[in-house]
Structures are given as C-alpha cells and as structure tokens.
C-alpha cells in the first residue's frame, strides 16, 4: 500500500466504503451498510479500522507502547 493506507468514504447512499489504492489499481474492499438513517455503526467501524492501521503499521516513533 505505497499509496496510503486504505481509507472510508462516504458513498451516494450515505453507507461507508473501504477504499485505496494498490499498486496502480483503485480498490474497493467493503462496504458498511446503515440498517436505518440512525445507524452509526458505519462511523464506529471506520474509527476503529483506522485506530487500528495505525497501531499496526504506524512507524514505533509515532506511537508509544502502552499508550491509549
């Protein structure tokens, strides 16, 4: 994922899609669908995906062990 990590976007229904870049492809890799127009879980989902990468893959300076 040289291009950035993947990353949620809104589309036309108001539901979130995985989406990025792989190599020279543009890819869509889930979409979180709203049960209702009250539905949060797409928004909760992405926060905690990205939360996440970013422990994961983020580089050891930028993130201290232990820390919340």
Sequence with gaps: ?????PAFKPDKEGNQLL???Y????VEYLT????DELDRTPEV?????Q???RQ???EPN???????
């Design 1 to 5: 994922m040289e291009g950035g990590w």
């Design 19 to 21: 989406c990025g870049i």
């Design 23 to 26: 190599g020279t492809r543009f």
């Design 32 to 35: 979180v669908r709203r049960f």
């Design 45 to 49: 989902i992405a926060a905690h995906l």
């Design 51 to 53: 939360d996440a990468m």
């Design 56 to 58: 994961l893959w983020s």
């Design 62 to 68: 930028n993130f201290r062990a232990g820390a919340p």
